[in-house]
């Protein structure tokens, strides 16, 4: 799991990431500071109501203080990445191009154990 958190955590502004079991809502690995399971949880639960309409690239959430990014593995459809961005560092549509680049260089080759 490490990999693909730590390849999350090198985007200038990002302030937490965890990845996320979408069923059970256990979270599989986190760095960063730390995230509210509760505001996770609301946000898998809206993202997979919304999935099973149609197929969603990313769910995201703006408070005053940050952009909160809920998206798909790749090759892992079952495991979600969810990210926190510092909103002040960057705008909404910089912070999803840096979870995209993360996600893209992910090799789901990689153990996620």
């Not at 998206?71 to 002040?88: C, D, K, N, Q, W």
Request: proline residues 4%; aromatic residues 4%; contains cysteine.
């Amino acid at each position: 799991m490490r990999p693909i958190l730590e390849r999350c955590m090198k985007g200038n502004s990002i302030k937490s990431v965890a990845v996320v079991d979408r069923a059970t809502g256990l979270c599989l690995g986190a760095l960063g500071s730390e995230l509210n399971p509760d505001v996770i949880w609301s946000n898998i639960q809206h993202m997979t109501t919304v999935a099973g309409r149609d197929p969603i690239q990313a769910g995201v959430v703006t408070t005053s203080t940050d952009h909160h990014l809920v998206s798909a593995m790749t090759g892992t459809p079952e495991r979600l990445i969810y990210a926190v961005f510092t909103r002040a560092d960057c705008s909404l549509g910089a912070a999803l191009a840096e979870l995209r680049i993360a996600l893209s260089q992910y090799s789901p080759s990689i153990t996620l154990a």
